[in-house]
């Protein structure tokens, strides 16, 4: 009597173990949905559209709604921008989102002074509290300087690669000007390249500089590095 009368209970329970598990099958299927809707929704959000023809990789953004906005560039025209802390625009020319690296193009060189178009602000400065700062694969040609430099360790000699930068139309306003150039590496400050009335006004970059190659098909331009978000 006692085991047939537990039947109805067990019989219950056996109904109730197997609901509960249906709807726990059921829930999951619906969380699991749910995360893949959220994620879908997340990375709309993180991926800045295109500006003009160039694609702008998480987490650069070009403004509230996308990417993050300690990684702000702008897009000004149809032309993607980076801006400095003197607030100078510098294009972008290229971006590897692999190395968390992009390359802006150089300030023109005006002709007739040799001077560069950032000299006013005393060249090419990147806020020290940004995850942005200046690569190590810049090489650094530097024009029209005045003879204090040659107290440095740089390589202002005239077998020095800005001798053959003066060759091709964007240095031939410094051609005969005391040049120099050097490679900024880790020990130098990695948030600015200078340019001043007294000391040199023009400069311009090279990355990953190959002196085997000719100075037209040198890669212009300032590498600048991102740290990856937390």
């Given amino acids: 009597m006692p085991v047939i009368s537990r039947l109805p209970f067990f019989c219950w329970f056996s109904g109730f173990l197997l609901v509960l598990t249906m709807n726990i099958r059921e829930i999951m299927a619906v969380l699991i949905v749910f995360a893949l809707v959220s994620i879908s929704h997340v990375s709309a959000l993180e991926a800045c559209s295109n500006c003009g023809s160039m694609q702008v990789p998480y987490p650069l953004s070009t403004n509230d709604n996308c990417g993050n906005p300690r990684y702000r560039v702008y897009c000004n025209n149809g032309n993607l921008e980076f801006l400095s802390a003197q607030n100078v625009f510098y294009e972008i ?136 978000p937390n």
């Fill in 93 to 228: 020319l290229s971006i590897n989102p692999s190395t968390y690296k992009f390359i802006i193009r150089s300030p023109l060189i005006q002709k007739n002074t040799c001077y560069s178009s950032d000299l006013d602000v005393g060249g090419l400065s990147i806020d020290e509290n940004s995850p942005f700062n200046i690569s190590t694969h810049n090489t650094v040609f530097l024009f029209n300087c005045s003879e204090t430099i040659l107290l440095s360790p740089l390589n202002c000699s005239s077998t020095s690669p800005c001798r053959q930068f003066e060759k091709v139309e964007g240095g031939s306003g410094c051609r005969g000007t005391l040049c120099c150039s050097f490679l900024k590496d880790s020990a130098m400050n990695s948030h600015r390249i200078r340019a001043r009335i007294g000391g040199c006004t023009a400069y311009t970059c090279v990355v990953d500089f190959d002196l085997d190659q000719p100075v037209q098909a040198w890669n212009y331009g300032i590498e600048l590095q991102w740290l990856p």
